[in-house]
């Protein structure tokens, strides 16, 4: 199926619901597909080969979207904090791009229509719409440049196919009242955006942006909106706790659930948040750019299940990331590729046929049986619950032991000196790597460094216990709030580094 299809399904089932912005103003699914179909027309006649957006969470970007959709050529969100540099070489890449920039200066020199001019030309009466949309559901939808946390970025491909089998396979058509309302704070070059866009009109749910994420912000926009469902980052799930806790406001009344993911979360601020949303139904969402969004998820009643249970291996549960959708597969392979006991640590590979695992630059990841490596390690419990463990790239190696910076952080994110914390594996001569901790104090809190090693210490072996500890204000993240280890290593190595005179 074409991501088209999905449009004109939306816009023949409820031509008149407001899904996009507020809901006086806003856009039906009719209005979208008009101007998305005038914006194809605009790609077409310019002979564009990608659709380029550059810009904020808006309109602007669905638009986009499904205008590159009806042209049949790829839709790139690109990020605006880039410096020119790297904007440049992602621009660089694409033959004759149509760019749609909120500042057209970050095209670097390169013709582009800013947002409100690309609007004004899509919304014009009479402005020409295409006639023959393309439908071919194997043409490449998006391209998403991954994180590059540990290694270049590459651009990563999905297809209409494999969104389409996302939505199609995790969403009820029309499922949403037509007073339900999401809000979208994460960047729109991330695949949670885009993944967000299509299941919630697809569930015929209003969808409110949030261009600026502070949590009084938030907390106003789902109030005022009355948002029914939301989607962070386990960043700002962590500033909505400290202002609800601080300003001892109570939780918006509307919001009936709240997903977070695409970083690990502290468990004493997940089990706070649950006190303090105690009519929300918490969902933790665990995929990849790479499989078109999520593949298993951790639902309301299980949060509900692994807080009110006494059974460790329950309450354990609520730090994984759930069981696999339905239309996907995960296994735990060992490094001979045979698939690991319960229980037992290994690499997560999965397939479906929402499962993409191809990148422009280096083709397809995905085995000859359909598997694609995830490039995590985790394992799976007796019941299908998959716990991460972290990318096999973070995996410290010392004195020939591997060891999970994740099991560490968790032992230490519970001491209550403890905000949140990260381990990084730091070169060494002798070890090959020691281990160091990160540690942003808890508010009000005097840690200490020899305590916390000693904690680490009565819980895991002696040679998990943190050869250092640093203590720091924050945790270098992304804007997706994935952690930043390479920069923590940076940290350490330049701390340590000879001086010069």
């Known amino acids: 199926m074409n991501l088209t299809t999905l449009l004109e399904m939306m816009a023949e089932g409820m031509p008149d619901r407001v899904l996009l912005g507020d809901r006086a103003r806003g856009l039906t699914p009719a209005e979208l597909r008009r101007r998305a179909q005038a914006g194809a027309r605009l790609a077409r006649d310019l002979d564009a080969d990608t659709v380029v957006h550059i810009g904020e969470n808006g309109v602007v970007f669905p638009v986009a979207l499904f205008a590159a959709a009806y042209a049949g050529i790829p839709f790139l969100p690109v990020n605006y904090r880039l410096s020119a540099e790297q904007l440049d070489d992602v621009l660089g890449r694409r033959a004759a791009p149509l760019i749609i920039a909120d500042d057209p200066a970050l095209a670097g020199g390169r013709a582009a229509l800013s947002s409100e001019e690309f609007l004004q030309r899509v919304s014009a009466d009479g ?30 491909v999905l297809r209409h196919r494999h969104l389409s089998s996302y ?35 697809y569930a015929g749910r209003r969808i409110v942006y949030l261009d600026h994420f502070t949590a009084d912000g938030w907390l106003r926009e789902v109030e005022d909106q009355g948002v029914s469902h939301a989607m962070v980052v386990p960043t700002m799930l962590v500033r909505i706790v400290d202002e609800l806790s601080a300003s001892d406001r109570p939780a918006p009344a509307s919001l009936r659930a709240l997903s977070y ?69 995960i296994e735990i392979h060992d490094e001979d590729g045979a698939v690991c006991a319960a229980g037992v640590v290994g690499s997560i590979v999965v397939r479906g046929p929402q499962v993409a695992g191809e990148y422009v630059e280096a083709g397809s990841a995905v085995d000859a049986d359909g598997w694609f490596p995830t490039r995590d390690l985790g394992y799976l419990d007796e019941d299908g619950y998959l716990f991460v463990q972290g990318r096999s790239d973070d995996t410290i190696i010392r004195g020939g ?30 070890w090959g790597q020691r281990i160091a901790a990160f540690v942003v104090p808890a508010p009000g809190r ?56």
């Open 127 to 156: 402005a020409a719409l295409l006639d023959e949309p393309d439908t071919d559901p194997d043409a490449v939808a998006v391209l998403l440049m991954t994180s590059g946390t540990t290694a270049a970025p590459k651009s990563a």
């Open 167 to 201: 939505v199609i396979g995790s969403v009820e058509f029309m499922d949403a009242a037509e007073t339900d309302a999401t809000i979208v704070s994460v960047p729109p070059y991330h695949i949670a955006a885009v993944a967000n866009l299509l299941s919630n009109l």
């Open 261 to 329: 993911g695409g970083a690990k979360i502290a468990q004493p601020v997940l089990t706070e948040a649950l006190r303090l949303f105690p009519r929300t139904g918490f969902v933790n969402a665990y995929g990849l750019t790479e499989t078109a969004s999520t593949i298993a998820l951790l639902g309301p009643e299980d949060h509900r299940t692994a807080v009110a249970s006494t059974d460790p291996a329950i309450r354990a549960r609520l730090g994984s990331v759930g069981r696999a959708l339905p239309n996907v597969e």
């Open 401 to 430: 032991e591997n060891i999970a910076p994740s099991e560490i952080e968790a032992v230490l994110d519970e001491h209550p000196d403890v905000a949140v914390s990260a381990v990084a594996g730091i070169p060494d001569e002798e």
């Open 446 to 501: 005097a840690a200490d460094a020899d305590a916390l090693r000693q904690y680490v210490r009565s819980r895991l072996r002696g040679s998990k216990t943190p050869d250092e500890v640093l203590f720091v204000e924050s945790l270098p993240v992304s804007a997706t709030g994935k952690l930043l280890r390479r920069s923590l290593v940076a940290l350490v190595t330049e701390r340590h580094a000879p001086q010069t005179r």
